[in-house]
């Protein structure tokens, strides 16, 4: 029986947020360990950052930079904080966060409660970062000028992360995913473009896995354009699948299991659209390495989890990374990129 597998009962007796607190004050109270030597077939090399292995944590678990190191020692290859927002805001009112036990789910509506960029700032420069570090950003929900926000975002993060998140998908600030529709998104990633200059870290663009026919193509294109390096694919759905748990008519977002068909199907309408011209990350639903394999057959050069490490422990990116390592060799490819939209 693995440590985590001990451990879940207690945990899950807390309340979701409860629980989510006093892991990051375990980790944060562990001995940080060296990550592990990942075999190098695993090696990602993407808009000029390696990448050891291709099975990142995503955005949401780290959202203030507190255990970054701790997770990259956990065996996360890459670990994205955030979303952070230029000022320091609370999130929405509690209850808001929800374990979907019997789907192996989560529904979230935490509204980007974080202390605020520059409390981050400060983290990372005091980090080792043992690995690659990417920042997520996003808008203050009270903000008048959410494109603004955004600039913020990538001015005052992009000195200590090897890559940004324009996080414009998240179902929890009011009128935010409207970001995506084609003028707004036109505006945003112009601004971006601006502000990040030359020589600063690559951008990606986090989208959402409930869009309408003919959005993946001008996504692609507008982000082609506008020179944004990879698409994230997915954040979480507003679309309730069959759900078992009683939790399954909160609102906010949902992720894990429920999530794999539609972030799946999203990430092939995004291949489809982008042909491999603009490099994927594929997240959403991702709990074993066929899982992992799938996303990476299907066009993904990346992938990220955060629900599957609240029912398997942080030891799952390592596990994982594992498999996939088995799984290139079994299938005669020498590495992750020879995989990539393979399938
Ligand atoms: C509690 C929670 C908080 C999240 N917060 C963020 C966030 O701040 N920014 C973001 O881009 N994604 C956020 N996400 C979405 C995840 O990064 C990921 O896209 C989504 O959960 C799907 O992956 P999963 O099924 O492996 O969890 C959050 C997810 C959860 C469960």
């Avoid at 995913?177 to 707004?184: H, I, K, T, W």
Wanted: aromatic share 6%.
């Amino acid at each position: 029986m693995r440590p985590y597998q001990l451990l879940r009962p207690l945990i899950f007796a807390l309340d979701a947020e409860t629980a989510h607190r006093a892991t990051i004050a375990a980790l944060k109270a562990m001995p940080i360990r060296r990550p592990p030597d990942f075999p190098n077939a695993l090696r990602v090399r993407l808009a000029g950052v390696d990448f050891p292995s291709p099975v990142g944590l995503a955005a949401g678990f780290d959202k203030d930079a507190e255990v970054v190191d701790a997770m990259l020692g956990l065996g996360f290859g890459f670990v994205e904080v955030g979303t952070v927002t230029p000022r320091p805001q609370p999130g929405n009112p509690r209850p808001r966060l929800f374990r979907l036990a019997e789907d192996q789910a989560v529904i979230n509506r935490m509204g980007f409660n974080n202390r605020g960029q520059p409390a981050a700032f400060a983290r990372l420069q005091r980090c080792r970062r043992l690995g690659p570090v990417g920042a997520n950003v996003g808008a203050n929900k009270d903000s008048t000028d959410r494109i603004a926000d955004y600039v913020s975002g990538v001015r005052s993060m992009a000195s200590v992360a090897d890559y940004l998140t324009i996080n414009i998908s998240s179902p929890n600030t009011p009128g935010l995913r409207a970001l995506q529709d084609a003028g707004e998104l036109e505006a945003l990633l112009s601004a971006v473009g601006n502000a990040r200059g030359e020589g600063g870290p690559p951008v990606f663009l986090k989208v959402a896995p409930d869009l309408g026919k003919g959005d993946a193509d001008r996504i692609v294109r507008a982000a082609i354009d506008h020179r944004v390096d990879a698409l994230i694919v997915a954040n979480t759905t507003v679309a309730r699948p069959p759900l078992k748990s009683r939790f399954g008519g909160e609102s906010g977002g949902l992720s894990g299991k429920p999530l794999k068909p539609l972030a799946l199907a999203a990430l092939r309408d995004f291949r489809s659209a982008a042909g491999g011209e603009i490099p994927l990350v594929g997240v959403g639903g991702i709990a074993t390495a066929d899982d992992a394999w799938e996303r990476i057959r299907a066009g993904a050069s990346l992938v990220q989890l955060y629900s599957a490490m609240v029912y398997d422990g942080p030891g799952i990116a390592r596990r994982i990374a594992v498999g996939l390592a088995d799984r290139l060799e079994r299938e005669g490819f020498a590495d992750i990129a020879e995989a990539v939209g393979s399938g």
